[in-house]
């Protein structure tokens, strides 16, 4: 079992900047990736970043490459979203995840097993 709690999220003018924290606690934090998803009101849940066990590999989508950095403390079980150049359209509520298993793709949210309840994010015009 993985237990997740995010915090940071709030609001902010564009171009601001905000950064997530993900504090994971149960299984051992430093054997499995990390990903961040949104979802906006009326879409679907979308992938933004994801980061490997050891932190050494990451993963963006192209709406947020450049803008947005993923990294992770083993040593603090937390993973972090530092969210810069924000844009309305980054308006939404944020989760973390954890992947425990191996197989499937990070940029996949079906193939993550535990999630957080989520921390919402708004960007002003």
């Known amino acids: 079992q993985v237990q997740l709690a995010e915090s940071g999220g709030g609001l902010v003018q564009a171009g601001g900047s905000l950064r997530l924290s993900c504090a994971a606690s149960?299984?051992?934090?430093?054997?499995?990736?990390m990903g961040w998803f949104r979802q906006a009101p009326g879409k679907e849940r979308e992938f933004v970043a994801a980061?490997?066990?050891?932190?050494?590999?990451?993963y963006y989508a192209d709406s947020v490459k450049g803008r947005f950095t993923i990294s992770r403390d083993n040593a603090k079980n937390t993973v972090y979203l530092q969210m810069n150049s924000l844009k309305p359209e980054d308006t939404a509520v944020y989760y973390c995840a954890a992947k425990t298993r191996y197989s499937g793709s990070v940029y996949r949210s079906d193939t993550y097993d535990y999630w957080g309840q989520g921390t919402q994010v708004t960007v002003s015009s």
């Open positions: 980061i490997s066990w050891s932190g050494g590999i990451t």
């Open positions: 149960g299984r051992t934090f430093s054997s499995y990736a």
